[in-house]
């Protein structure tokens, strides 16, 4: 089962910019499809950003055109750059995989890193 660990987020003010990364362990970080959700507090888990294991990228229309995912597999890590946030934006964020994007969330999750937008 694959290991994860989210980093990276912080409090930023509105139209700021972070970059949340997540380190998977394991050898076969590479086939795996990786995602990022978030929970806002009183709100249910959503995806925000998938990847396929070839570099197929989605993302959420609420953030599409601030925030992009990519994945390095030499680093076995997948990046979240959040641009021009907002205080909507601010939750908790969490990296998951699974064997495709029609998978996705799979068992396995990171602990999450918070990300606050405020001014």
């Known amino acids: 089962q694959v290991q994860l660990v989210e980093s990276g987020g912080g409090l930023v003010q509105p139209g700021g910019s972070l970059r949340l990364s997540c380190a998977a362990s394991?050898?076969?970080?590479?086939?795996?499809?990786m995602g990022w959700y978030r929970q806002a507090p009183g709100k249910q888990r959503e995806l925000v950003a998938s990847?396929?294991?070839?570099?197929?990228?989605n993302v959420a229309d609420s953030v599409k055109g601030r925030f992009r995912i990519s994945r390095d597999n030499t680093k076995n890590t997948v990046y979240l750059q959040m641009n021009s946030l907002k205080p909507e934006d601010t939750a908790v964020y969490y990296c998951?995989?699974?064997?495709?994007?029609?998978?996705?969330?799979?068992?396995?999750w990171g602990q999450g890193t918070q990300v606050t937008v405020s001014s």
């Open positions: 394991g050898s076969a970080f590479n086939f795996y499809a």
């Open positions: 990847i396929t294991s070839d570099g197929s990228a």
């Open positions: 998951n995989s699974a064997r495709s994007r029609y998978s996705l969330p799979g068992n396995s």
